[in-house]
C-alpha cells in the first residue's frame, strides 16, 4: 500500500520559515516526479514545485520562487520542501504527490498539512 505522509506544517509568523517533509512507503520512489501541491479556503489547489526522479530539474510557481526550495533524499525516500520568507497568501493545506514519468497525472497523494502564515 502506498503512503505518502506530510509532516512539519503549523503556525508561523510572516517572514518566517518552514520545512515539511513528505515520507513515502510501498512505491519505487526513486523513479517517481515528485511535487508539492497546496490549496488555500476557497480556491482550487496549486502546484508549488516538482522535482524530477533524480533531484534534478526543480521547477516552482512563480508565487515562490527564490523563497521556496524542493529536494529529495531517494535512500530515505523522503521529499522536501524549505519555505522561506513566508507570506500570509502562502496559508495553506500543502500536499505531496508522486507522478510515475510515464504518467500524464498524480499517481498518489499525501494527506496535507496546514501551513499558516499569520502575526
Known amino acids: 500500500q502506498v503512503q505518502l505522509v506530510e509532516s512539519g506544517g503549523g503556525l508561523v509568523q510572516p517572514g518566517g520559515s518552514l520545512r515539511l517533509s513528505c515520507a513515502a512507503s510501498g512505491l519505487g520512489f526513486s523513479i517517481y516526479v515528485m511535487s508539492w501541491y497546496r490549496q488555500a479556503p476557497g480556491k482550487e489547489r496549486e502546484l508549488v514545485a516538482t522535482?524530477?526522479?533524480?533531484?534534478?530539474?526543480?521547477d516552482y510557481a512563480d508565487s515562490v520562487k527564490g523563497r521556496f526550495t524542493i529536494s529529495r533524499d531517494n535512500t530515505e525516500k523522503i521529499v522536501y520542501l524549505q519555505m522561506s520568507s513566508l507570506k500570509p497568501e502562502d496559508t495553506a493545506i500543502y500536499y505531496c504527490a508522486a507522478q510515475h514519468p510515464w504518467k500524464r497525472q498524480v499517481n498518489y497523494w499525501g494527506q496535507g498539512t496546514q501551513v499558516t502564515v499569520s502575526s
Open positions: 522535482i524530477a526522479s533524480s533531484g534534478g530539474s526543480p
